[in-house]
Structures are given as C-alpha cells and as structure tokens.
C-alpha cells in the first residue's frame, strides 16, 4: 500500500467543507472570467465604432463583429457553467439502507 510522506493513508475523499471550498472557488474564477471576457468585448466594441469615427486606428488591424460576439459568448458560456456549479450541492455519503 503507497503512503504519503506522512506516513498514513488515504482514506476517501477529502472533507465535506474542503469540497465546497474548493467548489465556490471555482465558481468565483468562472465569474471572474466572464467578467473579464465581458470587459475584452465591450472594449473591442468601443474599438470598433472609434476605428469607423476616425478611420484611423493604432492596431494594424481593427477588431470584428465576430470577435465581440465570441467574447460575449465565452462570458456567457462561463457564467452559465459557473450557475451549475452552484445548483449541485455538495453532500456527504448515504448510510446504508437496511
């Protein structure tokens, strides 16, 4: 049997409350990357109408409707995982029926 460098071993999953931890932090890494997807796209889309007042642009090539869509649905797509997340429930193991 493999032990760890402590010398005991595994039994099981870990705890109930280090899952859940672990879960809202993931949960709050997918908000924070819809956020940040979001911003890209409104930034892009602010690009775009600045390209067409001026005509002229720093970027050798002004983004695209396209590329502001597939940002907004990249943030939504993790936002939407990201509310699933959130429905499961994290719960401890059945005892056993008898």
């Not at 409350?17 to 908000?31: E, H, K, M, P, Y």
């Amino acid at each position: 049997m493999k032990r760890g460098l402590s010398g005991q071993t595994r039994r099981g999953g870990p705890p109930l409350s280090r899952q859940r931890i672990a879960l809202r932090a993931i949960q709050l890494t997918l908000v924070a990357v819809a956020l940040v997807l979001w911003w890209f796209g409104w930034s892009a889309f602010q690009d775009i109408g600045t390209v067409a007042a001026n005509g002229s642009s720093f970027d050798p090539q002004p983004p695209s409707t396209g590329d502001v869509v597939a940002l907004a649905i990249g943030g939504a797509t993790a936002l939407v995982i990201a509310a699933l997340m959130g429905i499961r429930a994290v719960r401890g193991p059945r005892p056993p029926e008898i």
